[in-house]
């Protein structure tokens, strides 16, 4: 083990105050957040985030989807950089932790690190910047990871500035309108870092307190319109009747019979119904379905989606309405890199930080980012596994602990001059 007085620890006041601070912006009152993408809430957040990159010598970057950085050059232009970061978006009537904890770590990660290369006389050798991913959540816009998406080549900046919300309401204007279209270049990382809360119960029920994610699985994004008859409830007699919301109902138990077939190998959800003209007095004319099916292995996406297209006409036809899949956005399963993954754990053992090596079924900004560059998400527990809930929450001794970890990351990569080979096998 690494001895303890060579260790940096996050500033700790420094972390909690941000941690405190964010969550003042949308704050529902009982602990949770809610500010959904390029809201007012959300456009709060980030003005104050901004602010304070700036206030500490950042230079701030706002890209052309949106995505925002903080730059701060503490080797020279030709330095390698490494970039650490989440989002400040949430989930309607969501956590606290969730995201802000990965963007506001890395600044109190990055800044610790700055004091302590200064108190030990070190001139560091890399750059580093802060990134803040416009809409990760995909709650108000979809598809999820969209501006690290675009950032990493996986999608098209046009598709994105076209999604739009349930009132019609399109990323292009609404960036435009929270002041956040940008034109800055985006920075060109050779390392991307994060840290998050877990969102499962895995890292409780095993006393660890670090988990690096080794995987994360593929998912599919699947949207089904059901088309029906709008009629009256009262009069229209049942066997006239084309109800969307039958038809869908019947998909949405199809949706969960697929994940019941394969155990603990597919993941499946529809959390979205759209409903039109969703009145209690109108058989409805038409539902819209946001099904996702999630899965460590590509061929268990294939299979379901296949036995999924299969199933709709049959389930369709009960209802007497029709059903299609007007859209799949997909996202491939794959691995994190492996020097990260080992760098976390030897910056967990150097602490004397219970670990394990777990995969993340949600979906993170890392995991559109790892298709360029290496990668890596590092977790801290949520108490009962809690996520996407008011009452997620990560006490501040974990939250901590991710932060030592984090820095201790930073450390080991910048005295390896961003040879991740080095800084994951290298002692300190």
Not at 110 to 135: F, H, L, Q
Not at 381 to 402: C, Q
């Amino acid at each position: 083990m690494t001895e303890t007085l060579d260790l940096a620890r996050i500033d700790a006041a420094l972390l909690q105050a941000l941690m405190e601070k964010q969550a003042e912006f949308g704050s529902t009152g009982d602990g949770g957040i809610d500010r959904p993408v390029l809201t007012d809430n959300h456009k709060a957040a980030r003005d104050w985030f901004r602010a304070e990159l700036a206030e500490r010598g950042y230079d701030v970057l706002v890209d052309n989807i949106g995505n925002l950085f903080g730059r701060i050059d503490l080797a020279g232009p030709d330095a390698p950089l490494v970039m650490i970061g989440s989002h400040l978006d949430s989930q309607p009537r969501g956590g606290r932790f969730d995201g802000a904890y990965g963007v506001v770590a890395a600044l109190a990660a990055i800044e610790t690190w700055r004091n302590e290369a200064k108190a030990r006389g070190e001139t560091p050798s890399c750059n580093y910047v802060i990134a803040d991913w416009m809409n990760e959540e995909g709650a108000r816009f979809q598809p999820s990871l969209l501006g690290s998406s675009v950032f990493a080549g996986g999608l098209t900046r046009e598709f994105a500035l076209a999604r739009t919300d349930r009132d019609g309401l399109s990323v292009e204007a609404e960036l435009n309108r929270t002041g956040y279209m940008g034109s800055d270049p985006a920075p060109q990382p050779d390392i991307y870092l994060e840290i998050h809360i877990e969102g499962d119960d895995k890292m409780e029920k095993a006393g660890a307190r670090i988990a690096p994610f080794v995987r994360h699985w593929g998912a599919l994004k699947v949207r089904i319109e059901v088309t029906g008859e709008q009629n009256h409830t009262g009069p229209t007699p049942m066997e006239d009747r084309h109800d969307a919301v039958l038809g869908a109902a019947y998909i949405i138990a199809k949706v969960r019979e697929l994940a019941d077939t394969a155990s603990d190998t597919l993941f499946t959800s529809v959390a979205r119904v759209d409903i039109s003209p969703n009145s209690p007095n109108i058989v409805p004319g038409k539902a819209i379905l946001f099904a996702e099916l999630r899965a460590p292995e590509p061929a268990m996406l294939e299979w379901s989606e296949a036995e999924l297209r299969a199933a709709l006409p049959g389930l369709a036809e009960k209802a007497a309405v029709s059903a299609e899949i007007v859209s799949v956005d997909r996202r491939p399963a794959g691995r994190f890199d492996a020097r990260l993954v080992a760098l976390a754990e030897r910056a967990a053992d150097d602490f004397g930080y219970p670990r394990i090596a777990i995969d993340t079924i949600g979906g993170h900004d890392a995991v559109a980012v790892n298709a360029i560059l290496p990668s890596i998400v590092v977790a801290v527990p949520s108490v009962n596994g809690v996520i996407h809930r008011n009452d997620e929450y990560t006490s501040p001794e974990d939250l901590n602990a991710g932060g030592d970890v984090l820095v201790e990351m930073i450390r080991r990569i910048d005295r390896a001059g961003g040879n991740l080979d080095k800084a994951a096998g290298a002692s300190a």
